[in-house]
Each structure stands twice: as structure tokens, then as C-alpha cells.
């Protein structure tokens, strides 16, 4: 009896562990990254910013915040920002510079610097916290290809942070938002 109860338990065993294999094989099982929301915030009376963070990491295993917003004035002008933030220490960015983004054929484009705006004491600025104008690249992007985005930095050596696609998607849509309300 213990010899077929054995054997019943191995053969029960073997068919869950090979339809694992296949269910992870097809994609069931696999989990796909979340998305993130796009929140709304009131910054004051018919002034709106909407916002999207995700973490990425650089090339040397360092977590960036990457913050897209809009804002959104009650007289209905917009700006559409990129807000790169590092932990303290990680790397001094260099503000003389614009962040270069690069698809993966190649293509190279441009975000000027719009750091000084962000801080309050424009003499001593956080060196790991950068802003970049979004609005005259975003619609050049191509949501279905990757980037990478090069963040220069005051010694010698750029931090690279690479952007997914639906990163890019989620900016897109973070761009066509309008409401005043």
C-alpha cells in the first residue's frame, strides 16, 4: 500500500511540476510590471498637476526616481517637465548640459535644463536632482521603442537610465491630459 501511495504521490508531484513548466512556458504565469497611476493633484485654485513616477535603475545598480508632470494653469497654459532624482551622493548632475535621449536605432534628441526652476535657493541646488523640458521631445518619441536617457554629470562619466516603452506610453498620456477643473 505505502509502495502505491508513493508512487500515486510522485506521479501527482511530476504532473504539477510539468504543468508549471508549461503554464510558465506560455506566459501565464508570468507577471507583467505594474502600471503606474497617473495622479492629479490641486496645487492651488484651477492650477492641476498630473504626475507620473517610476523607479529606474542606471547602469551601476542606482534606483532614479523619474517624475513626468504637467501642469496645467487656470488660464489653461500647460509645461510638460521630466524630473530625474537620485539618491544623495549617487552623482552630481551637470545643469550646463541637456539630457540626451536615445532610441534604440540611434536616434538622438535633446531636453533642455530647467533645473533652476525647482529650487528654492538657486545658489546651493541638490547636485543628485535635475529637470528637463519635456514638452518639445515627447512628441518625437516613439512609444513602441526603447530609450535611454543620458544624464550628464559634473566628472567624467554620464548616467545612463533606460526607459521602456510603456514608460513612454505613460508620459503620452500623461501630455494629453487637459482638464482644469
Request: proline share 6%; aromatic share 6%; no cysteine.
Amino acid at each position: 500500500m505505502r509502495r502505491y501511495l508513493r508512487r500515486v504521490f510522485s506521479r501527482v508531484v511530476s504532473l504539477g511540476i510539468l504543468a508549471l513548466l508549461v503554464f510558465s512556458g506560455l506566459g501565464i504565469l508570468t507577471v507583467s510590471p505594474a502600471a503606474a497611476a497617473i495622479r492629479r493633484l490641486e496645487e492651488a485654485p484651477g492650477q492641476i498637476v498630473y504626475q507620473s513616477r517610476q523607479t529606474v535603475q542606471d547602469q551601476h545598480g542606482n534606483s532614479w526616481q523619474a517624475i513626468a508632470f504637467k501642469r496645467v494653469r487656470s488660464d489653461h497654459s500647460a509645461s510638460l517637465y521630466l524630473r530625474l532624482v537620485g539618491f544623495p551622493g549617487t552623482a552630481d548632475i551637470d545643469r550646463s548640459r541637456s539630457l540626451t535621449l536615445t532610441n534604440s536605432l540611434g536616434q538622438s534628441l535633446t531636453a533642455t535644463d530647467a533645473s533652476s526652476q525647482i529650487f528654492t535657493d538657486a545658489t546651493s541646488p541638490e547636485p543628485n536632482v535635475g529637470q528637463y523640458d519635456l514638452q518639445p521631445v515627447l512628441s518625437q518619441l516613439q512609444s513602441e521603442i526603447p530609450l535611454r536617457l543620458t544624464l550628464p554629470t559634473t566628472d567624467t562619466a554620464s548616467v545612463m537610465l533606460p526607459i521602456s516603452p510603456t514608460l513612454i506610453e505613460e508620459w503620452r498620456t500623461l501630455a494629453a491630459y487637459e482638464e482644469t477643473k
